[in-house]
């Protein structure tokens, strides 16, 4: 192996200038992979981010996925029954007997969980009215699973638990209203009850639906207003890792019942989107090594046809046909590998500088900053897939070279 | 069998629209320790007939015994390794790696049949370099060095596994009469004293007239009549 690689060092030293345009188009290529792949994946994870902070990892519904089983069906598994026209009890919708799914569900490691009472309820302020989703929360476990404290712009949460009558609002409805800190609104809930309520939070999220529509107060206040004492009917869950939020919807549904929804069962559709960006932005920045693949190629291709005669010494000295292919895949290897060094620290700090970018998207108040994702999984892609594209460029030259046939070249020469 | 280098019947035939026969039913035995030239005028198929000797060519009829073994059966890289381990090759040409050095050269053959360690091998290298008295080129690279230097360094490289069989390819052809000279008292030395068998394709007489024995070839076939004009 020592003098394959001695030969195959001297072959491409002895030709400095190809080897560095070879060289070149590999480090450009693995900067580039690493650049824009790590900027896909870091909007990607960006995204994702977004998408798990602003809605709860598992929402816990008071449905059922499907219909219950009926006793009878239960008693006799399998056997011919046919129920029809069955009809729900009339009950106070809501999950039942919450408090002990709220401690199975505490009782589990990495999570955090949130009771709350979602209802329609009608904002009235100076004879207009507007239709809003009214939240009952308890503001300490609220703040654990939602972000909705870091984007209060006056007031807090906590203000709520100071103040039974208080209530929390987005900017969109106190713009519309032209509500502030400390005004009073009447909110009318469904079932006509009535209840002035005093402003004492507003948020931004961004998302102006959300800021137009979402109100919050305290649990037990709405409880009162929606006639449901001691019911709620979300369980919002936030977890440590996100990613397992699947298994542990499932495992909490196995238990509890009901409907247990993960962010990703909500946005299968988005991460989908997600999967098929990814292809394509592997197959562009692939082309790019591709390319240089081609540089390697052609360089191994003219030190083949430079050195036939060295390769038909090297055969007549008794080098097999396998040390001659080895010498110019070793050849492509150290291209690779030595492109691939100095492509992933020009790509390092081509991030850098990437992410060092601020700029503000016409519209946007905030200044964005490029999502720059510095997984150790990109640098090994980078790598691996520069490895291939070389050990496959040199394949080709390499098979050609183990060919060479001694006497053809020798009788040539004399 | 006491030969070291047999060929039985041995014959060479290029394929092709018309075929052509490089050489036909050659039957020889060369002993060990003998100073072999083949002779015959250009295109008798004398290097042909060194490559199927040498196992770099295989032949399309006959075979070839080399050291008691029939080499017919074996395949590329079972040729590969006797020639690694038992032949010599010395070219017209001195076929020396441009990019290493002299040393590096001599030290190619050892190296690739990893029996010693680097330090042996560079001694060994440089005993052989001195015996062909060019040790002090050592360190230079090829084209540093004059014609009969530079053949004196490609001698030194086939001896470096101590083969049983040195192969020349008219190794005096692009050399004046005084190196000349010099590579033939080599080879005439490498078989009387230190037991080689020397095999020698070429048509200069002066040089045919040191060997034990002289071949005739004419049209690809052995001729005991031919002697050279």
């Known amino acids: 192996m020592r003098i394959q690689l001695q030969v195959a060092l001297t072959h491409l030293t002895g030709r400095t ?38 809605s709860p990892h598992i929402t816990v519904y008071d449905e059922y996925r499907l219909p219950r089983t009926q006793p009878a069906e239960l008693r006799w598994a399998g056997g011919a029954i046919r129920i029809s026209n069955v009809k729900p009890q009339t009950e106070t919708r809501g999950i039942r007997g919450y408090r002990e799914k709220l401690e199975f569900v505490e009782s589990m490691p990495g999570l955090k969980v949130a ?26 476990k609220m703040k654990t699973v939602s972000t ?46 009535s209840r002035p309520m005093k402003v004492v939070g507003i948020f931004r999220t961004g998302n102006a639906n959300y800021d137009e529509t979402q109100t919050f107060t305290l649990l037990k206040r709405a409880q009162v207003m929606f006639d449901r004492p001691n019911r709620v009917n979300r369980l919002i869950i936030q977890l440590d890792d996100p990613y397992e939020a699947r298994d542990a919807a499932q495992r909490i549904e196995a238990v509890a019942g009901y409907k247990s929804v993960s962010w990703i069962e909500a946005s299968e559709d988005i991460l989908s989107v997600l999967i098929v960006r990814n292809i394509i932005m592997y197959s562009v920045v692939s082309a790019i090594l591709i390319v240089a693949s081609f540089g390697i190629y052609n360089t191994l291709s003219t030190i083949v046809m430079e050195k036939t005669r060295d390769i038909a010494i090297l055969k007549s000295i008794g080098f ?23 492509g992933l620290v020009l ?13 503000r998207p016409p519209g946007i108040t905030e200044k964005v900053q490029m999502p720059i994702w510095w997984g150790p999984e990109q640098f090994a892609i980078a790598t691996a897939f520069a490895l291939v594209s070389c050990i496959l460029a040199a394949y080709l030259p390499a098979r050609r070279a183990g060919r060479v046939h001694p006497v053809e070249i020798l009788r040539g020469a004399a | 069998m006491t030969a070291v280098l047999r060929a039985e019947h041995l014959g060479r035939t290029l394929a092709g629209e018309v075929p052509v026969t490089l050489v036909e039913d050659i039957n020889l035995d060369i002993e060990r320790g003998e100073f072999v030239c083949i002779m015959g005028p250009s295109g008798s198929g004398k290097s042909s007939l060194l490559y199927l000797l040498g196992l770099l060519d295989v032949p399309t009829s006959g075979r070839v015994w080399l050291d008691g073994e029939d080499t017919s059966a074996y395949g590329e ?14 070219f017209q040409f001195h076929f020396l790696l441009a990019e290493f050095s002299v040393l590096d050269n001599v030290a190619l053959p050892m190296r690739r049949l990893g029996k010693h360690g680097d330090a042996a091998i560079r001694s060994r290298g440089m005993e052989l370099l001195a015996r062909l008295g060019v040790a002090e080129q050592s360190a230079k690279h090829p084209h540093q060095l004059s014609g009969g230097q530079r053949q004196r360094v490609a001698i030194a490289r086939a001896l470096a596994n101590d083969p049983l069989v040195v192969l020349a390819d008219e190794p005096t052809g692009n050399l004046d009469s005084v190196s000349s000279a010099t590579v033939r008292q080599i080879l005439h030395d490498l078989a009387h004293q230190m037991g080689k068998t020397v095999v020698a394709v ?28």
């Open chain 1, 320 to 342: 097999h046909a396998r040390d001659v292919r080895l010498i110019f895949l070793l050849e492509g290897v150290i291209i690779g590998v030595v492109g691939s060094v100095f």
């Open chain 1, 148 to 193: 909705l404290e870091e984007k209060m712009i006056e007031g807090s949460i906590d203000a709520l638990a100071a103040n039974p009558n208080g209530i929390v609002v987005g900017t969109g409805l106190a713009q519309k209203f032209n509500l502030g800190l400390g005004r009073n609104v009447n909110v009318v809930a469904a079932n006509g009850a």
């Open chain 1, 347 to 359: 790509g390092a700090g081509l991030m850098k500088l990437l992410s060092t970018i601020e700029f």
């Open chain 2, 77 to 90: 890289t079972e040729l590969a390794n006797r020639r690694l381990e038992k032949l010599g090759f010395v």
């Open chain 1, 17 to 54: 200038r190809q080897t560095f345009v070879s060289l070149t188009g590999v480090i450009l290529g693995v900067a580039f992979f690493l650049a824009v792949s790590s900027l896909m994946r870091g909007s990607e994870k960006d995204f994702i981010k977004r998408l798990i902070d602003n």
């Open chain 1, 115 to 140: 009771p709350v009472l979602v209802g329609s309820a009608v904002l009235v302020f100076a004879g207009r009215e507007e239709s809003v989703t009214l939240s009952g929360v308890v503001p300490d």
């Open chain 2, 202 to 229: 070429t048509h200069d007489a002066a040089f045919a007239s040191a060997a034990d024995r002289r071949i005739g070839l004419v049209d690809g076939k052995i001729n005991a009549d031919w002697r050279p004009a």
